[in-house]
T-cell receptor, first 114, second 114 residues
């Protein structure tokens, strides 16, 4: 079975500062990796995904994540955050062979302060 | 793409009552998923449909829970004889077939058991 560990439950950050959210996974098989964002009282929105190819993936709103197979990590970064980035962020993994079941981490709450 | 729609958004009921939630997936998606999310945790997989066939059920889905997807379109999740521990956000997601297709989530139904 796959599992995901998000190493930080809360990350306070000042506006325009960089942020990194750490995600480690464990799996005995090859996986796909995802980051989702959840705003209060809403569902999850896909931020970015790693399927194959380049280990650095980017989103349209300035986030990027790097897949590191040797360290089994998929950390999320943004060089300069905005107030609107305040949300909860979830890392998720699914087996490549049976990709219907997402396993999520417990989430990281990012609070951006002016 | 009108997104995944879930109804109701909120449900408050007394312990022991039955409740039913509805999910309308993105119209061209043949896969549909249900997850449960409790406070401070990531979503947990409950069940998965491909078209009208329910292909996987988590052990979290006790005998009091039943899900259907008649005709491979909308889906319903019913909880019978609700218990305090059923209080959670119930999320529905859908995706198209094919490897690594991301799951698109609805805004969820928040269930509160009095």
């Amino acid at each position: 079975a796959q599992s995901v560990t998000q190493l930080d439950s809360q990350v306070p950050v000042f506006e325009e500062a960089p942020v990194e959210l750490r995600c480690n996974y464990s799996s005995s098989v090859s996986v796909y990796l995802f980051w989702y964002v959840q705003y209060p009282n809403q569902g999850l929105q896909l931020l970015l995904k790693y399927l194959s190819g380049s280990t650095l993936v980017e989103s349209i709103n300035g986030f990027e994540a790097e897949f590191n197979k040797s360290q089994t990590s998929f950390h999320l970064r943004k060089p300069s955050v905005h107030i609107s980035d305040t949300a909860e962020y979830f890392c998720a993994v699914t087996k490549r062979s049976n990709d219907y079941k997402l396993s999520f981490g417990a989430g990281t709450t990012v609070t951006v302060r002016a | 793409d009108t997104g995944v729609s879930q109804n109701p958004r909120h449900k408050i009921t007394k312990r022991g009552q039955n409740v039913t939630f509805r999910c309308d997936p993105i119209s061209e998606h043949n896969r549909l998923y249900w997850y449960r999310q409790t406070l401070g945790q990531g979503p947990e997989f409950l069940t998965y449909f491909q078209n009208e066939a329910q292909l996987e059920k988590s052990r979290l889905l006790s005998d009091r829970f039943s899900a259907e997807r008649p005709k491979g379109s909308f889906s319903t999740l019913e909880i019978q004889r609700t218990e305090q521990g059923d209080s959670a956000m119930y999320l529905c997601a859908s995706s198209s077939g094919g490897q690594g297709q991301p799951q698109h989530f609805g805004d969820g139904t928040r269930l509160s058991i009095l």
